[in-house]
């Protein structure tokens, strides 16, 4: 059966009906549980610092830098100026609405499995989004991934509805959260041409495209998506102009291909790394629920493929777009198709299943709250700066990009003469700041005695830990190293002051 024209759902499989609540209620609680186990243990990353660095500006301040370079995440930085304003920037307060966004995701994949007729396939499959790891990854995080997963999922919600029963006032409305969806993440957008798969397929398995109901149903659609794209242009219009935020991006290789593969079903995926912890388990599970579960399939499949794929093709055609984070909001589809093949088969090789899943996500889920669970771990590095670091002391920043850790250790930073900063991150609208120019640096250094030089390791090594980066009569006395975060001290051999 289709979703065209009545909307009656087909029923795969005989399977006795749970209550709602039965069905929304555990996934919602284990997404919490996991995303507050542990969620003040990793320390603040760079791209975190860049969400802090924004949120306490002022409003007008705000504006400027989205201005400027970052205005992908203006709805994201807007919400969390209000969050920061009332409970704070601490690692929790951060965090937190990524988890709600997360415990959203895996209810929200519960109720989309029940309004595709497979209340069980819902169930199971947001239980394994709760407990994959890349899922804590991100929920884990003051950025808009995880708010976004929940986004995707609900944006999949109203579109079954809407094409259970449709009406124009039905399809506005997913068309609106497209929208919303696409201003959180702007790449997110690509789940639409997931959806329009969808659209045809459940109207091929209709009475055919003459149907006149069935052509109405995917007028609505395509009328709801141009809709969206329209409301969604003028944000990527100015983030064309800001594509140096993604200039760091290179071209996708057979590493980023095999990290993809591991991701997208659940773990973490890491470099130089052979263990695919659950990940190759959920793949089996999803594989089997597209053979035995059609009305979850056409659905899911698309979602879970035509995001990455996309981005890929772009990426290898015209410029490197694809980074794993952009399409997280399709990991949900995979734990959907997976939780399709866990309710085909037996309650007693399910549930002991869903049991193997959970002990082979645990290395994920300890490696990602570790200290070391992010990109940076500033932490050890900022406590040698808070220790050794004395009064009359500067501090410079390699790149600029890294001053944005001074929001985040203020009271480290306060502390030192920050010798080289010409316009403040504020005043100019970015992250870093304006530094003064080569010929000043002299002037400004000639009293420094020692000079702390923090940046991240690639660059610092790349410079001879500072020594290349500033007058000849500065030498590198220590340095130190923390994940990809780097400092250097750099003393004056002159010893002017």
């Known amino acids: 059966m289709s979703l065209f024209p009545a909307g009656a759902l087909a029923r795969p499989l005989a399977l006795p009906r749970l209550r709602s609540g039965a069905t929304l209620l555990p ?25 802090v660095s924004a949120v306490v500006r002022t409003p007008s301040e705000l504006l400027d830098l989205l201005s400027r370079v970052d205005a992908v995440h203006g709805v994201y930085y807007a919400f969390m100026h209000v969050v920061a304003g009332v409970f704070g920037t601490g690692d929790v ?66 579109l079954v509805r809407a094409l259970r029963a449709p009406s124009w006032r039905r399809f506005l409305l997913y068309g609106a959260a497209v929208a919303g969806l696409a201003y959180l993440n702007l790449f997110a957008f690509l789940v639409a041409g997931g959806h329009g798969v969808y659209v045809l397929a459940e109207a091929w398995r209709g009475r055919g495209s003459s149907h006149p109901g069935t052509r109405r149903t995917v007028t609505r659609w395509c009328g709801a998506a141009a809709l969206a794209m329209a409301a969604v242009l003028p944000l990527a219009w100015i983030s064309s102009g800001q594509s140096g935020q993604v200039g760091w991006i290179r071209t ?12 997208i079903f659940g773990d973490l995926g890491t470099t130089n790394s052979a263990w695919a912890g ?27 493929l035509v995001a990455p794929l996309a981005l890929l093709a772009v990426s290898w055609a015209l410029h490197p777009v694809f980074v794993f984070r952009y399409v997280l909001c399709c990991v949900p589809a995979a734990a959907l198709l ?15 299943l869903l049991a193997v899943g959970i002990g082979l996500a645990i290395p994920g889920h300890l490696a990602t709250r570790g ?36 929001v985040v250790y203020p009271g480290i930073f306060d502390r030192l003469d920050d010798v080289l900063l010409r316009r403040s991150p504020e005043r100019d609208g970015s992250f870093s700041g304006r530094d003064v120019r080569r010929r000043a640096q002299a002037r400004r250094l000639d009293d420094v005695r020692t000079l702390w030089v ?34 250097a001290r750099c003393t004056n051999q002159d010893g002017t002051n």
Request: contains cysteine; neutral net charge; aromatic residues 8%.
């Open 27 to 51: 996934p919602g609680l284990v997404a919490l549980a996991a995303g507050l186990w542990g969620l003040d243990g990793p320390p603040i990353w760079r791209d975190e610092a860049a969400t």
């Open 338 to 352: 997976a939780g399709a093949g866990l309710a085909a088969l037996p309650r007693r090789l399910a549930v002991p």
């Open 454 to 487: 923090v940046g991240y390791a690639s660059k610092m090594r790349a410079t001879d830990w500072g020594d290349d980066l500033f007058p000849e009569s500065f030498e590198c006395t220590g340095h130190w190293i923390s994940g990809d975060f780097a400092m």
């Open 278 to 304: 659950i990940a190759p388990l959920v793949l089996a599970l999803a594989l089997y629920g597209l053979t035995r579960c059609g009305a979850v399939a056409r659905l899911a499949l698309p979602w879970l």
């Open 93 to 158: 307060a951060l965090r937190l609405p990524s988890v709600l966004g997360g415990v959203l995701a895996a209810s929200g994949l519960a109720a989309l499995g029940r309004a595709l007729g497979n209340a069980r396939a819902g169930l199971y499959g947001g239980l394994l989004l709760a407990v994959m790891p890349i899922f804590s990854r991100y929920v884990q995080e003051g950025r808009p991934y995880g708010i976004t997963m929940a986004g995707a999922v609900g944006v999949a919600l109203l």
């Open 252 to 263: 996708p290789g057979p590493e980023e291909l095999r990290l993809l593969a591991i991701r």
């Open 371 to 406: 200290p070391d669970g992010r990109q940076d771990n500033p932490d050890p590095l900022m406590s040698v700066l808070a220790s050794a670091a004395r009064p009359g002391d500067a501090v410079a920043f390699a790149p600029g990009l890294t001053r944005k850790y001074t």
